[in-house]
């Protein structure tokens, strides 16, 4: 197993900014792909953004797209989400994940991080 150890969370109010990180250990992704999902309580998790790792490539869930920015440090093998313009619907414990092969399976998870935003 890989770890990933993602960090950031927190309580902050609607309209304020965090950001995530999520490091890999132990080896990388180069070939794939990190993204983050998020699942809210008594919510199906979701995806909300994800990064091919050579050719940085990002998507976003509609949800996000303008708030959010996904991006990666090859040097530290780690991936951030910039989260701004925070609403309480983003209130969600997020995940990183990590993809060996670009199309394939997420195989890899984090432990959660939690997010709350309040009104």
């Known amino acids: 197993q890989v770890p990933l150890v993602d960090t950031g969370g927190g309580l902050v109010q609607a309209g304020d900014s965090l950001r995530l990180s999520c490091a890999a250990s132990?080896?990388?992704?180069?070939?794939?792909?990190m993204g983050w999902f998020r699942q809210a309580p008594g919510k199906e998790r979701e995806f909300v953004a994800a990064?091919?790792?050579?050719?940085?490539?990002?998507y976003y869930a509609d949800s996000v797209r303008g708030r959010f920015t996904i991006s990666r440090d090859n040097a530290k093998n780690t991936v951030y989400l910039e989260m701004n313009s925070l609403l309480p619907e983003d209130t969600a414990v997020y995940y990183c994940?990590?993809?060996?092969?670009?199309?394939?399976?997420?195989?890899?998870w984090g432990q959660g991080t939690q997010v709350t935003v309040s009104s």
């Open positions: 994940a990590a993809s060996p092969l670009l199309g394939g399976t997420w195989d890899y």
């Open positions: 990064i091919r790792w050579r050719s940085e490539y990002k």
């Open positions: 132990g080896r990388t992704f180069s070939n794939g792909r």
